[in-house]
């Protein structure tokens, strides 16, 4: 039978989202972390593909918690606080080794990586319904599980903070898993060629050797640890470049620290946020911009981003990239080695601190 229904208002698609996953609720487990339905089979585990069965209605689910669902009856809204209890039940326990429903250990390749990512949304959209309400060991575990932070500003800005996100059978990798950081306002830019400027090389660390302008950004990673207050991990950009980047999120941005290892003379260059040049019929203006005293900041009606050199040989410059617009600062190396500590605070204001040293830490 064909059902045909009109939608206007997000109430209207509400309503059609629940009455789409309405019949799933009894083919939930007891501890809600494992959706089965049917017998089915797939290249991975039984286990991963019952906690892809809980994570794929999270698509919906996040978005609706997301809102306080005004103007709904109250039969409907009772309905949603159903599932915010089942889904938050379901995340606690399958995140929990000493639960029966236990999602498991991730490893390389595995489908269970890529399904966090529809937790990961959940989160960001909804932290009131599905992080706040966690216990300091509860949400110790969901940290351990995505390999990544996540902070959701009063502002409405989400960042996420990822590690360990690495595969060398999928395209564009380095884009949409190694940047440092992540933002639903700000969107990733994808290299397509080797210059600065097509590079497009937006909230990571990127390398040339002296006077080749053929620039790298890290390409898999090394050891790499998550805790509930920072994420550091280890990588080399090129043979001769290793790098230990240490990312503290804060309440508004985060400090960004990177410890530089070169045996050869480079050229660095750190990214911010890539922002539009263009919006709804206006235009980025010269006066928009900023360059003076080392200091690389765009203002738009639109978004700011930014980046300011505090100490030491870095300058502030821009890149016109295509489609986006984005803010670097610049460092040279020595053949000597270079140990680089840069801090920035991101979000806004961009600020970046570079020291040099002669100290190792890499063996």
């Avoid at 017998?39 to 997301?66: C, I, Q």
């Avoid at 990214?271 to 539009?276: K, M, V």
């Avoid at 263009?278 to 980046?307: K, L, Y």
Wanted: with cysteine.
């Amino acid at each position: 039978m064909k059902i045909e229904r009109e939608i206007y208002t997000r109430n209207d698609v509400v309503l059609l989202l629940l009455d789409w996953l309405r019949p799933l609720k009894e083919h939930y487990s007891q501890g809600a972390a494992r959706l089965v339905i049917g017998d089915t089979a797939s290249h991975y585990s039984e286990r991963a593909a019952h906690m892809e069965g809980y994570a794929r209605v999270l698509w919906g689910l996040g978005p609706l918690f997301a809102s306080k669902n005004q103007a709904l009856s109250p039969a409907v809204l009772s309905e949603i606080a159903s599932w915010k209890k089942l889904v938050r039940c379901g995340l606690v326990n399958g995140t929990d080794p000493a639960h029966e429903e236990y999602w498991g250990e991730i490893g390389d390749y595995d489908q269970r990586m890529v399904e966090m990512t529809a937790i990961v949304n959940a989160l960001l959209l909804s932290p009131d319904t599905l992080w706040e309400p966690l216990t300091s060991a509860q949400g110790r575990r969901l940290l351990e599980k995505p390999n990544m932070i996540a902070v959701h500003e009063k502002s409405g800005h989400t960042l996420l903070y990822p590690a360990g996100q690495h595969a060398y059978n999928f395209g564009n990798v380095q884009a949409k898993y190694q940047k440092f950081v992540y933002s639903n306002q700000f969107g990733f830019s994808v290299q397509r060629g080797s210059g600065l400027e097509d590079g497009a090389f937006d909230n990571t660390l990127a390398v040339t050797a002296a006077d080749e302008h053929a620039w790298h950004m890290r390409n898999g990673e090394g050891r790499y640890e998550v805790t509930a207050q920072y994420i550091r991990m280890e990588y080399r950009l090129v043979r001769g470049v290793a790098v230990e980047t240490v990312i503290v999120p804060l309440k508004k941005g985060h400090v960004r620290i990177h410890f530089i290892q070169a045996d050869i003379e480079a050229e660095y260059a750190d990214g911010g946020f890539a922002i539009r040049t263009e919006r709804e019929g206006q235009e980025m203006t010269p006066e928009m911009t900023c360059t003076a005293g080392g200091r690389a900041c765009c203002v738009f009606p639109w978004g700011t981003a930014g980046a300011v050199c505090l100490k030491g040989a870095g300058g502030g410059a821009y890149c016109e990239s295509f489609p986006q617009y984005q803010s670097y600062v610049w460092e040279h190396g020595h053949t000597d080695g270079l140990l680089s500590h840069g801090r920035r605070d991101i979000l806004d204001r961009g600020l970046l601190l570079w020291r040099r040293s002669k100290q190792r830490y890499y063996k």
